[in-house]
């Protein structure tokens, strides 16, 4: 224990103890309680107590780093909220319908596409039961023979002006569930109406204006190619069937019955966000199990699919900027921190005549160099966060940006300033004491 | 491990009076030209624990040169350098760090004070590199600005201080870790008449408590106060 310098790495070496006891056996250098040691404590204090002593040139260091820092974490909150944005305009309009129809053909001598196959009658209810699937409606277009229309009147007034029909839809009774439309006023036809072919009818908004009618309890009739339909209900929304909004909408039984409907159209299923691909893969198997490829079933696309692809071509051009931002910073950092190693360097000679090692010098240097990057990194992150929210607020949309990509902002700063103080650092450290300490 | 370094100034009673603190055997120090340049030829001087020397001579002699050597900042060419009986020639440069942080204390002329650090701050400085137990280090820097004639001056910058009074916070942080040895490079030479005699009146007490001094100055006056004069010419010293 005996003549210990700390920091020796020679003292098993005899001659090397002879030389650090002076004769007595006193060590020249008592070694120094751990806790009494230069700490990485001390070298923050030391490193940071002289950055806030000159704000001016602290913005200017800085302010290169902030602006890298800021683009970047930007570009990326950016698109993340244009990722969202388009995402959840897409999952609102599309992604929970799943459309099944008859898949078309080729007949061979005539050239024409006639349906392969066709959809069940019971459709919605072989589908209701598959995961994922809310609820299902079976449609149909009932084309009038020429001459038949659709009026509220039961006469055919010769001389009144040709006005163009609505068109005739049939439906199964879960139609207002499944477009997700709501009532204006009376009811839907419900199962029982569909079984037993009652001739009720329900019009859409503007089907209903346009033949005048706007009330249903005193039970107005339309006529259909002559026959009489009680008008239950007015229906409007069904965002998801907009031309039901122009539409005479019967039971799917009544339409068999009176107009003959050999198949109807297509099956309409809504889903759950996310289940497009499986329900449109189970759905045909589950209406035509001895044919499914008679069937045809429209998916949405998977949602992540497209905020990838918008994710990667947005703004490639603005992660370049501010790299090339970014690297500026660093050479700025570094530049400001050679010429404080110049300027302070009788700083550093007085140092090292008072003990403190090369490597504590460099030490120094490099923290202040890396603490000054990461204020800038902070600085920028929140520049750059503040600039998503003030666009998504001008844009109205939902700010969307990974709390990661703003700790990733800050961090990254303290590595440009890392970077950036190696060379000043370095330098700093190979300081001559005695140069350093000369005139000054 | 940690029982050194209890007082401010060991008492020359710990040193053994018969090995000499510092001796110069034949140093020279040259520096490669071209033209190569031989600031000190042959030197050889004892300094006995708690002497008080001072070293005088014009500009260019080598008196730098001659206190870089003795306080570990630079190394002989040829020569060798025994402090308080231990060769320096083969330290590493952590270990010569850590013998200045313990065993030498500085005075420059220029103070080297740090500008936006408190008085008591720059005190407090040499005792990160010396490693003074962390709760003595407050104490001890307030004893060392109060025995230096400032204790009322500890939260000032140096900027609002005189030149004298500098020179005394450079003192006291010189003393503050307790060194046997204490270098001063021309401690007067920015200070005016009256102020240079309150900074040599407090070498003379700190000499009277144990600790040794070696002074270089261009001043025969300031010279003149140290027990041994040394003077040096063109490298060569002589002793007056």
Wanted: glycine share 10%.
């Amino acid at each position: 224990m005996i003549g210990r310098f700390r920091r020796s790495r020679r003292t098993s070496d005899e001659d090397q103890q002879a030389a650090m006891t002076d004769a007595a056996g006193t060590p020249l250098v008592p070694a120094i309680a751990h806790a009494d040691r230069f700490t990485f404590q001390d070298l923050v204090a030391e490193a940071t107590s002289d950055i806030g002593s000159r704000p001016a040139r602290l913005v200017m260091t800085i302010l290169g780093t902030v602006l890298g820092i800021a683009s970047l974490v930007a570009t990326i909150g950016f698109a993340q909220t244009a990722a969202a944005q388009i995402a959840s305009q897409f999952d609102g309009a599309a992604a929970t319908r799943v459309v099944v129809t008859a898949a078309k053909a080729q007949s061979g001598s005539q050239n024409q596409s006639v349906a392969a196959g066709r959809l069940p009658w019971d459709s919605p209810e072989r589908v209701t039961s598959l995961a994922g699937v809310e609820s299902a409606t079976l449609l149909g277009e009932v084309e009038l023979t020429e001459g038949e229309t659709i009026t509220a009147v039961p006469v055919n007034d010769p001389s009144a002006a040709a006005v163009a029909s609505p068109r005739l839809f049939s439906a199964s009774p879960d139609l207002l569930d499944t477009a997700e439309g709501g009532l204006v006023t009376g009811r839907f036809f419900d199962a029982g109406h569909d079984s037993r072919a009652d001739r009720v009818a329900v019009l859409g908004e503007r089907a209903a204006e346009r033949m005048g009618i706007n009330r249903v309890d005193s039970q107005p009739s339309v006529f259909i190619g002559g026959v009489a339909y009680a008008v239950i209900g007015i229906v409007d929304g069904m965002e998801r069937r907009s031309e039901l909004q122009d539409a005479v909408i019967i039971p799917t039984g009544a339409a068999r019955a009176d107009f003959g409907l050999l198949a109807p159209s297509e099956l309409d299923i809504r889903i759950v966000v996310g289940a497009g691909p499986q329900v449109a893969d189970q759905a045909v198997l589950a209406l035509q199990p001895d044919d499914p490829e008679s069937l045809e079933a429209k998916a949405p696309s998977g949602s992540s699919d497209l905020s990838q692809s918008v994710q990667s071509d947005v703004n490639v051009v603005f992660l370049i900027l501010g790299v090339i931002a970014l690297l500026a910073g660093g050479l700025g950092i570094a530049n400001v921190t050679l010429l404080s190693v110049m300027e302070r360097i009788g700083e550093i000679g007085l140092r090292r005549a008072l003990g403190a090692t090369r490597r504590q010098i460099g030490a120094q240097f490099m923290v202040e160099s890396i603490v000054i990057g990461f204020i800038g990194g902070l600085i920028g992150s929140a520049l750059g966060v503040f600039a998503v929210i003030a666009v998504a607020v001008v844009q109205g949309w939902t700010p969307v940006t990974d709390p990661l990509i703003a700790l990733a902002g800050a961090v990254l700063g303290a590595v440009v300033g890392w970077g950036s103080g190696w060379y000043p650092a370095r330098r700093a450290a190979r300081v001559e004491p005695v140069a350093a300490l000369r005139g000054g | 491990m940690t029982d050194a370094q209890t007082s401010i100034l060991p008492a020359a009673s710990e040193t053994d009076a018969d090995v000499p603190l510092v001796e110069l055997r034949d140093v020279t120090r040259s520096f490669p030209g071209p033209p190569e340049v031989q600031a000190l030829k042959g030197a050889t001087l004892t300094v006995a624990p708690g002497d008080y020397i001072s070293i005088v001579g014009p500009s260019g002699s080598g008196k730098s040169t001659m206190l870089n050597i003795l306080g570990l900042l630079d190394r002989p060419s040829v020569g060798e350098y025994r402090l308080s009986g231990s060769l320096t020639g083969d330290l590493s440069d952590d270990e010569r760090a850590a013998v200045r942080a313990r065993f030498i204390g500085f005075v420059f002329q220029s103070f080297h004070l740090l500008p936006r650090r408190t008085v008591l701050d720059n005190v407090l400085l040499p005792m990160l590199y010396s490693g003074v137990p962390r709760r003595e280090r407050e104490e001890r820097a307030r004893e060392a600005l109060t025995r230096v004639g400032l204790g009322h001056r500890i939260d000032f910058f140096p900027n609002s201080l005189s030149g004298g009074e500098r020179q005394r916070v450079a003192v006291a942080r010189a003393v503050v870790s307790g060194p046997r040895l204490l270098l001063a490079d021309e401690p007067t030479g920015n200070l005016d008449q009256r102020t240079s005699g309150e900074v040599m009146s407090l070498f003379e007490e700190l000499n009277e408590d144990g600790l040794t001094l070696i002074v270089i100055t261009h001043d025969d006056g300031v010279a003149r106060r140290a027990r041994r004069c040394i003077r040096i010419s063109d490298g060569r010293l002589s002793e007056l």
